[in-house]
């Protein structure tokens, strides 16, 4: 199971965009990266494709490493360590470390 997943809230606790919320675009494959709405943003130089469609440059998000990422829990809002109990029923839950509260 894995700890940050599709449309979580997550801040950054390293790098560039340190202390920075942004929510998870997509997990890309392998798991070991992520990207963040808003976040570790690149320029790029975009061509004019279309008749109707601007040239120029633009900012776009960059994979930024799952390690460099906490998850950010709303009941205790600060971001926290994330993990895993098995419920009754015998499907996985994840938890805050700190409050215990289910995410």
């Keep these: ?3 940050i997943k599709k449309n979580d809230i997550v801040q950054v606790i390293k790098g560039k965009d340190k202390g920075k919320q942004g929510k998870v ?3 890309l494959a392998g798991g070991s990266r992520a990207l963040v709405e808003g976040l570790n943003l690149a320029k790029k130089h975009k061509r004019q494709s279309r008749q109707d469609q601007k040239g120029g440059i633009v900012s776009i998000e960059m ?3 799952i390690s460099n990422l906490m998850l950010f829990c709303k009941h205790c ?4 360590r994330v993990g895993i109990t098995i419920l009754k029923d015998g499907t996985k839950s994840r938890i805050c470390k700190s409050c215990k509260a289910a995410l």
């Design 1 to 3: 199971m894995q700890k």
């Design 25 to 27: 675009i997509s997990v």
């Design 63 to 65: 994979p930024v490493s």
């Design 77 to 80: 809002s600060k971001p926290s």
